[in-house]
């Protein structure tokens, strides 16, 4: 039986995008900090698990519990490894060899991997010209705010770089897998799916890092406390809530903007020139996502 959904709010949902945006633009930073004194494995695994805390006590203080069912529980762990300790992990690693600006060019790719994913396999969305032209104009707008010279390095640390698009492109199908939790609350789908992935990266961090062994800085282990909870848990919530009212190919888009966000952070805290270049940069990567996001035309009906 179907039913009537509530029109979605396009300028809420939108400025909701833009906050996903800035949580996950300033994780960038929050990595490198925690990676100086913290390995891959273990810095992860501190994020899930810190966001899994966060967004356990957001439930059960909402009211709600978790799911019983072990194929919902088997989705949050597929869910778990494309949306976070996978793609997280591959990034992580990436980034100790592959300069910041080629890593952010290579990870803002993920929507061209929902189009190529949609267009290819899945078709659960519309995937017209548009949408293609936007997610490779967007992309263009990166290059220019990250820099050309950022290209030139492309060929050293291929393994790198490789890990690097293959977390973007987890982030692509995590996007359209994550439509089949749309008949949960988006903080029962965050929660589940943490509680998934700190299972998972505990156990092999204690394996890998042995963490007991490790002498964190303060500044790491605030970088990661901040990370878990809202670079992670608040944005989260936010992720699976987009996915259900924007869709997955609109909320993959905002990988285009957190580069933006990164690039004005980095202007207004750390003193960096805002050149023409970025400048362009910047509206050429805003205007690449407005053609993702457009919503099509409706067709007239015909006049009897």
């Not at 996915?243 to 990164?262: E, F």
């Amino acid at each position: 039986m179907t039913h009537a959904t509530k029109p979605v709010n396009r300028v809420r949902e939108y400025t909701l995008l833009l906050l996903l945006a800035s949580l996950w633009g300033s994780s960038y930073l929050f990595i490198r900090v925690g990676l100086e004194t913290i390995p891959p494995v273990t810095l992860i695994a501190m994020r899930v698990t810190v966001a899994a805390l966060v967004l356990l006590t957001v439930v059960r203080l909402q009211g709600h519990s978790l799911p019983r069912d072990k194929g919902i529980w088997r989705n949050f762990l597929i869910q778990s490894f494309f949306n976070s300790f996978g793609a997280w992990t591959l990034l992580a690693w990436g980034q100790q060899y592959v300069e910041s600006g080629l890593a952010t060019v290579l990870n803002s790719t993920s929507p061209i991997f929902v189009f190529l994913l949609t267009f290819l396999f899945t078709r659960h969305e519309a995937v017209p010209f548009r949408k293609l032209a936007g997610a490779v104009i967007g992309l263009c707008g990166i290059v220019l705010i990250i820099g050309i010279d950022a290209l030139h390095s492309i060929g050293d640390q291929v393994v790198a770089q490789l890990a690097i698009l293959g977390s973007a492109m987890l982030y692509g199908y995590a996007a359209i897998n994550g439509r089949k939790f749309a008949s949960l609350p988006s903080t029962v789908t965050a929660a589940g799916v943490m509680v998934c992935a700190s299972l998972v990266l505990i156990p092999a961090s204690l394996v890998i890092d042995r963490p007991w062994t490790l002498s964190p800085s303060l500044a790491s282990l605030v970088a990661v406390i901040t990370l878990g909870t809202f670079g992670t848990g608040l944005a989260l919530l936010l992720y699976f809530r987009l996915i259900n009212t924007l869709g997955s190919l609109n909320t993959a888009s905002q990988s285009y903007l957190r580069m933006g966000i990164g690039v004005a952070l980095g202007i207004l805290l750390l003193g960096e020139s805002f050149s023409l270049i970025v400048g362009l940069g910047l509206v050429t990567a805003m205007l690449g996502v407005m053609l993702i996001n457009l919503p099509e035309r409706r067709k007239k009906a015909p006049v009897s």
